[in-house]
């Protein structure tokens, strides 16, 4: 693992509005994991830890997040794992999509 993805992991998910010491160290690592097993940037690898857990993030710092995320090209709206995690919170990803 990249010395620096679990901080950039962290800061992605304090930018969504939640402490990520709020999660259990093990589980933070586990979702960094996969992220990085399937090639996930640190920004996508936060909004899949939040739908595993169920938890909402609040809807104006998730959307401040996301256009900043698109704009920097940190997230691909088009990743399977993505969508679905995005889909998990009941998030309308449409007005980020992009033609392939």
């Known amino acids: 693992?990249?010395?620096?993805?679990?901080?950039?992991?962290?800061?992605?998910?304090?930018?969504?509005?939640?402490?990520?010491?709020?999660?259990?160290?093990?589980?933070?690592?586990?979702?960094?994991?996969?992220?990085?097993?399937?090639?996930?940037?640190?920004?996508?690898?936060a909004l899949i830890l939040m739908s595993q857990l169920g938890i909402g993030a609040p809807i104006e710092e998730l959307e401040r997040a996301m256009m900043v995320w698109r704009y920097e090209r940190k997230v691909n709206f088009h990743n399977e794992h993505v969508?679905?995690?995005?889909?998990?919170?009941?998030?309308?990803?449409s007005r980020f999509q992009e033609p392939e």
């Open 1 to 45: 693992m990249s010395l620096l993805f679990p901080l950039k992991f962290n800061a992605a998910v304090a930018s969504i509005g939640i402490n990520p010491n709020a999660f259990p160290k093990e589980l933070r690592r586990k979702v960094q994991d996969f992220a990085i097993g399937h090639r996930l940037t640190p920004e996508e690898g």
């Open 83 to 93: 969508r679905n995690a995005l889909d998990q919170m009941g998030y309308d990803t």
